[in-house]
C-alpha cells in the first residue's frame, strides 16, 4: 500500500475515534455516527481497510437483525468486535471497526445498505433474515430489495462467501439462491403476505405444511438447519435451544446465528450456550420501571414485527399499551398499522400513546379492541402486574430512555 | 364488498379501507358481506369494490385477472369502486410497469399513467368539494385524465400531476392516497355509503373524527 494512502487512514481513524470521543463527552450523541462520518470523508475505503485480516459476519433483514446481530456476537465467545447501537449503516460499521479490536467481527446491516457493504468488507458470512414490508416510504417495495440482493449475490465473485438463508420466506430465497454457497434455514416464518405472490412469476405460491412451491418450480429448498419444538439441528449436529428471550421469532433468529457460526467454525454446543443465557438487547424484552408501574419493553416496528410480538402476550394480560409515532426512523407512513393484525387484542384494554395515537385509536376502534386514548401520561392507572409496552421504533427509545431498569 | 386481491393490490394497509366501509354501514344496522378474492378465485358480483396499491409484476398480474373476470360487467351495470394508487392506474388506458414498458389497463376510464420524473412519496392533501381529502401517497406515476373529472385539486403533494387527484365518476371514486384513505376520511367512507344506499347517513362519532381534524391541523396549515 501507497505511503500516502496509508497515512490517511491512519489519520481517518484518529479523526473518527476524536469526533466520537467529543459528541460522547459533550453529550450531544451516543458517539458512532458523527466520527462514521468524519473518518469516510477523509477515507471513503476505510471500511475495507479496516476489515482486512478480519472475519466478517454481516447481518441483515427486516426483522431481527439487533438480536440476531448480537446472538452471533455473543455466541462467537470472548471480544467480537459489534456495531451494538444499531448505528447499521457506513458511518455505524467504520465507528464500530475503529472502536473494537478484535478480529472477529458481526455487523447489523440496514437492507439498503447491504450491497455496498458487502462489498466494502469482503465478508465471510451474510446472514439473510426475512424481507417483509417496512418503512415503505424509504424503502419503496420489498421486491426491489430482494431483487437487489439477488443482483449483489449473482455478482460477487468471493471464493469464500457463505450465506445463510430463511429457506421458508421465498423472498429471502430468490435473494439468495444465485449464491454460490447457501445455507438453508428452515426456521418458523409467520409474515409471508409479502411473498403469496411468486416473486419469479408473480403466480400463487402453494404452502402446503411446512413446505411451498409455485408452479413455475420456484420451491422450497432443502435445507441444511432444521428446528422442531425445542430442538435444533445444524449441519446433523442436535443442539438444544432453551432462550431466555421470548418468542418464536427469536428462536428462528437463533437458529440463524447458531448457522452462521457454524460456517466460522465455532463450536456449536458452546455457542448455544452462551446464546441461551441472553436476557435482552439494548432494552428489547426488558422489564423496566417508570413512576410506580412495571413495563415490559417490547419493540415492534412494521406488520411483521408487530404479528410476532402479539402472539407472546398471555390472553389473559388485561392492559396492553402500545406507542406509536411516525418520525422518519420509524417511517413517516402509519398506513402499515392496518396490517397489523390488532383483532388478536379483543379482550384487552389498550392504551394509545405516543405521536400517531389517534391513528393506533381510530385502527382498534375499527378491529372491535377496547382503546384509551392517553394524552395526559400521568393518568395511566396504576397495576400491580408488569404490563406489556409495545412500541415501534423512535416510541422504543423514547420509553427505555424515560424508564429505569 | 369485495377486496380485490389484497395478496396483489394491498401494499400499504389498504386491506382497511374494506374493514372501514363495513364497520362504518355494520354500526348503522346495514348488512354487510366483506369478502377478500385472493389470486385464485373468481370475483363475485358485488355492490362496491375495493382496490389498493401494488408493485409492478403484481399489478400487471391483477389487471390480467380482472380482465377476465365479470368486474368490467359489473362497475357497467353501476356497481361502486374505491380505488387507489395501482388500482387507480388499472382501471384506466395504460399504466407504466418495469421501467417504461406501457401496459393495458381496463379501459373503463380515460385515464393514461406514464413514469414521473420523481417518485412521489409524501403526505397527500386534495381539496374536494368543501371537504380536504387527507392521507400519504409513495407511487411512481404521473395520470393524465383526458376529459376525465379529477376528485379534487391537490393543495399538498403529487397525485396525479402536482395539480389534480385521481378521477370521480359516478360510481368510481379513484385517488393515490394509499392505504387506510378511508379510515383517515370518514366523510368519503361516508359519501360512498351513502351513494350505495341511496339515502343521506346520520353522522358516526367514532375515533376517526378525532384523526381526521388532527390531520387537517397538520395538511392544512
Given at each position: 500500500?501507497?505511503?500516502?494512502?496509508?497515512?490517511?487512514?491512519?489519520?481517518?481513524?484518529?479523526?473518527?475515534?476524536?469526533?466520537?470521543?467529543?459528541?460522547?463527552?459533550?453529550?450531544?450523541?451516543?458517539?458512532?455516527?458523527?466520527?462514521?462520518?468524519?473518518?469516510?470523508?477523509?477515507?471513503?475505503?476505510?471500511?475495507?481497510?479496516?476489515?482486512?485480516?478480519?472475519?466478517?459476519?454481516?447481518?441483515?433483514?427486516?426483522?431481527?437483525?439487533?438480536?440476531?446481530?448480537?446472538?452471533?456476537?455473543?455466541?462467537?465467545?470472548?471480544?467480537?468486535?459489534?456495531?451494538?447501537?444499531?448505528?447499521?449503516?457506513?458511518?455505524?460499521?467504520?465507528?464500530?471497526?475503529?472502536?473494537?479490536?478484535?478480529?472477529?467481527?458481526?455487523?447489523?446491516?440496514?437492507?439498503?445498505?447491504?450491497?455496498?457493504?458487502?462489498?466494502?468488507?469482503?465478508?465471510?458470512?451474510?446472514?439473510?433474515?426475512?424481507?417483509?414490508?417496512?418503512?415503505?416510504?424509504?424503502?419503496?417495495?420489498?421486491?426491489?430489495?430482494?431483487?437487489?440482493?439477488?443482483?449483489?449475490?449473482?455478482?460477487?465473485?468471493?471464493?469464500?462467501?457463505?450465506?445463510?438463508?430463511?429457506?421458508?420466506?421465498?423472498?429471502?430465497?430468490?435473494?439468495?439462491?444465485?449464491?454460490?454457497?447457501?445455507?438453508?434455514?428452515?426456521?418458523?416464518?409467520?409474515?409471508?403476505?409479502?411473498?403469496?405472490?411468486?416473486?419469479?412469476?408473480?403466480?400463487?405460491?402453494?404452502?402446503?405444511?411446512?413446505?411451498?412451491?409455485?408452479?413455475?418450480?420456484?420451491?422450497?429448498?432443502?435445507?441444511?438447519?432444521?428446528?422442531?419444538?425445542?430442538?435444533?439441528?445444524?449441519?446433523?449436529?442436535?443442539?438444544?435451544?432453551?432462550?431466555?428471550?421470548?418468542?418464536?421469532?427469536?428462536?428462528?433468529?437463533?437458529?440463524?446465528?447458531?448457522?452462521?457460526?457454524?460456517?466460522?467454525?465455532?463450536?456449536?454446543?458452546?455457542?448455544?450456550?452462551?446464546?441461551?443465557?441472553?436476557?435482552?438487547?439494548?432494552?428489547?424484552?426488558?422489564?423496566r420501571r417508570w413512576r410506580g408501574h412495571s413495563l415490559q419493553l417490547l419493540l415492534a416496528k412494521n406488520p411483521s414485527g408487530f404479528a410476532s410480538m402479539l402472539a407472546t402476550l398471555a390472553p389473559n394480560e388485561a392492559d396492553v399499551w402500545v406507542a406509536i409515532n411516525a418520525r422518519i426512523a420509524d417511517g413517516r407512513d402509519p398506513s402499515w398499522l392496518y396490517d397489523v393484525p390488532f383483532e388478536l387484542l379483543r379482550g384487552h384494554t389498550v392504551y394509545c400513546l405516543g405521536e400517531r395515537r389517534l391513528d393506533l385509536a381510530t385502527r382498534l376502534d375499527y378491529a372491535q379492541v377496547a382503546y384509551e386514548i392517553v394524552d395526559d401520561e400521568t393518568s395511566l392507572p396504576s397495576s400491580k402486574a408488569t404490563i406489556a409496552l409495545l412500541a415501534n421504533y423512535t416510541a422504543f427509545s423514547d420509553w427505555l430512555a424515560r424508564s429505569q431498569a | 364488498m369485495c377486496v380485490l386481491y389484497p395478496d396483489l393490490l394491498g401494499t400499504y394497509g389498504d386491506g382497511g379501507n374494506g374493514l372501514v366501509m363495513a364497520e362504518r354501514a355494520r354500526r348503522r344496522g346495514i348488512d354487510v358481506t366483506l369478502v377478500e378474492v385472493g389470486i385464485g378465485d373468481a370475483v363475485p358480483v358485488a355492490n362496491l369494490y375495493l382496490m389498493g396499491g401494488g408493485e409492478d409484476g403484481p399489478q400487471r398480474l391483477a389487471a390480467d385477472l380482472l380482465r377476465l373476470s365479470i368486474f368490467g360487467g359489473a362497475v357497467r351495470d353501476g356497481a361502486h369502486v374505491v380505488a387507489v394508487c395501482a388500482g387507480l392506474q388499472i382501471l384506466g388506458e395504460t399504466f407504466c410497469i418495469e421501467g417504461n414498458d406501457q401496459y393495458e389497463g381496463l379501459g373503463m376510464v380515460a385515464a393514461v399513467t406514464t413514469r414521473g420524473e420523481r417518485r412521489a412519496v409524501g403526505e397527500l392533501a386534495v381539496r374536494v368539494g368543501t371537504n380536504l381529502l387527507v392521507g400519504f401517497e409513495n407511487h411512481g406515476g404521473q395520470t393524465s385524465l383526458g376529459g376525465l373529472a379529477p376528485l379534487g385539486t391537490v393543495t399538498k403533494g403529487r397525485g396525479n400531476d402536482g395539480r389534480v387527484d385521481g378521477y370521480r365518476t359516478k360510481n368510481i371514486w379513484a385517488t393515490y392516497a394509499h392505504g387506510p384513505v378511508l379510515a383517515m376520511n370518514p366523510w368519503l367512507a361516508d359519501e360512498v355509503l351513502s351513494s350505495l344506499i341511496g339515502t343521506p347517513l346520520e353522522p358516526l362519532h367514532t375515533a376517526a373524527d378525532l384523526l381526521y381534524r388532527e390531520r387537517c391541523r397538520v395538511l392544512d396549515s
Open positions: 500500500m501507497a505511503q500516502g494512502s496509508k497515512l490517511r487512514h491512519v489519520v481517518a481513524s484518529g479523526a473518527l475515534r476524536a469526533v466520537n470521543a467529543l459528541s460522547r463527552w459533550s453529550g450531544r450523541g451516543s458517539g458512532t455516527v458523527a466520527g462514521g462520518r468524519v473518518g469516510l470523508k477523509i477515507a471513503p475505503d476505510l471500511a475495507t481497510v479496516l476489515t482486512k485480516d478480519r472475519t466478517v459476519v454481516l447481518v441483515s433483514g427486516t426483522n431481527g437483525k439487533t438480536t440476531t446481530t448480537s446472538m452471533v456476537a455473543t455466541g462467537w465467545g470472548g471480544e467480537v468486535t459489534t456495531n451494538q447501537t444499531g448505528a447499521n449503516m457506513p458511518a455505524g460499521h467504520v465507528a464500530a471497526l475503529v472502536g473494537g479490536r478484535s478480529t472477529n467481527v458481526a455487523l447489523e446491516v440496514d437492507e439498503a445498505w447491504l450491497a455496498k457493504t458487502a462489498r466494502t468488507t469482503d465478508p465471510r458470512v451474510i446472514v439473510l433474515l426475512n424481507l417483509s414490508r417496512d418503512q415503505l416510504d424509504r424503502a419503496n417495495e420489498v421486491r426491489q430489495m430482494a431483487e437487489r440482493w439477488r443482483t449483489m449475490l449473482t455478482a460477487s465473485t468471493s471464493p469464500t462467501l457463505v450465506v445463510v438463508a430463511n429457506a421458508n420466506d421465498p423472498l429471502i430465497v430468490y435473494a439468495a439462491e444465485t449464491s454460490a454457497r447457501p445455507l438453508w434455514c428452515d426456521v418458523p416464518t409467520t409474515w409471508l403476505a409479502d411473498a403469496v405472490s411468486c416473486p419469479k412469476c408473480t403466480l400463487a405460491i402453494s404452502h402446503v405444511g411446512t413446505s411451498w412451491h409455485c408452479s413455475c418450480g420456484f420451491a422450497k429448498p432443502l435445507a441444511i438447519t432444521t428446528t422442531l419444538r425445542d430442538e435444533l439441528v445444524v449441519d446433523g449436529e442436535m443442539v438444544e435451544l432453551e432462550l431466555a428471550m421470548p418468542g418464536e421469532f427469536n428462536r428462528s433468529n437463533a437458529a440463524m446465528a447458531l448457522t452462521a457460526l457454524h460456517a466460522v467454525h465455532v463450536e456449536l454446543q458452546g455457542a448455544a450456550t452462551r446464546i441461551n443465557a441472553l436476557q435482552s438487547v439494548v432494552g428489547r424484552f426488558s422489564v | -
